[in-house]
């Protein structure tokens, strides 16, 4: 079990190093990705019995630890800098191990190992890719890589949307309530449909 304590002060970590002016996302990662992600998951557990609600939230706040405090390699700056953040905040090495564990098997995005997941990382993987199809995620890539074609720029984020839809989003719930913003994206991703009435 987590004390209640111990989760709010790693999210408030969490809250104060995403909005950090040095961070490269600084302007828009909390608002528009960590709190999206956090909302859809903790809607989610409602859908599931016996769901760890505290987990899934200190999934949701660490899952891109890496990202704020790596400009390289996010995913091991994730286990070894989040590692020692839980560690200095009060976590049990036994929940640090197996929330990293958890984070290592979201990061895979690999559907066969999410399958034999636990819910908790099953939505929590879910609830990253799905954010990403809330607000301006799509819209941002665009902001943040201006060297690049319009062509590209499409192509980047249609892969992105095929690799969240087909590798993270792993509960047919979460595909169901989804499929019309994912429809939206791939049509702006050159998708079109026969039609349009």
Same mark, same amino acid.
């Given at each position: 079990?987590?004390?209640?304590h111990?989760?709010?002060?790693?999210?408030?970590?969490?809250?104060?190093?995403?909005?950090?002016?040095?961070?490269?996302?600084?302007?828009?990662?909390?608002?528009?990705?960590?709190?999206?992600?956090?909302?859809?998951?903790?809607?989610?557990c409602?859908?599931?019995?016996?769901?760890?609600?505290?987990?899934?939230?200190?999934?949701?706040?660490?899952?891109?630890?890496?990202?704020?405090?790596?400009?390289?390699?996010?995913? !091991?700056?994730?286990?070894?800098?989040?590692?020692?953040? *839980?560690? /200095?905040?009060?976590?049990? $090495?036994?929940?640090? @191990?197996?929330?990293?564990?958890?984070?290592?098997?979201?990061?895979?995005?690999d559907?066969?190992?999410?399958?034999?997941?636990?819910?908790?990382?099953k939505?929590?993987?879910?609830?990253?890719?799905?954010?990403?199809?809330?607000?301006?995620?799509?819209?941002?890539?665009? !902001?943040?890589?201006?060297?690049?074609?319009v062509?590209? *720029?499409? /192509?980047?984020?249609?892969? $992105?949307?095929?690799? @969240?839809?087909?590798?993270?989003?792993?509960?047919?719930?979460?595909?169901?309530?989804?499929?019309?913003?994912?429809?939206?994206?791939?049509?702006?991703?050159?998708l079109?449909?026969?039609k349009y009435?």
């Open positions: 079990m987590i004390p209640r111990t989760l709010d002060l790693f999210i408030q970590h969490v809250k104060e190093k995403a909005q950090d002016p040095s961070f490269k996302y600084a302007d828009w990662f909390l608002k528009y990705h960590l709190e999206i992600v956090e909302q859809i998951a903790l809607e989610a409602d859908l599931y019995d016996s769901v760890d609600r505290d987990f899934v939230q200190l999934l949701c706040w660490l899952h891109d630890y890496g990202a704020l405090t790596s400009g390289s390699n996010e995913h !091991h700056a994730t286990l070894t800098e989040g590692r020692m953040a *839980l560690l /200095d905040i009060g976590f049990s $090495k036994a929940i640090i @191990d197996t929330a990293l564990a958890s984070v290592k098997t979201i990061d895979a995005a559907p066969a190992s999410l399958q034999d997941a636990p819910i908790e990382v939505i929590v993987s879910s609830a990253d890719a799905a954010s990403h199809y809330v607000g301006p995620f799509y819209r941002l890539w665009w !902001h943040e890589n201006p060297d690049k074609s062509a590209q *720029l499409i /192509d980047d984020n249609l892969k $992105k949307s095929q690799r @969240d839809w087909n590798r993270k989003m792993i509960l047919p719930e979460f595909k169901e309530a989804f499929l019309a913003r994912k429809a939206a994206i791939d049509e702006q991703s050159g079109f449909p026969n009435f």
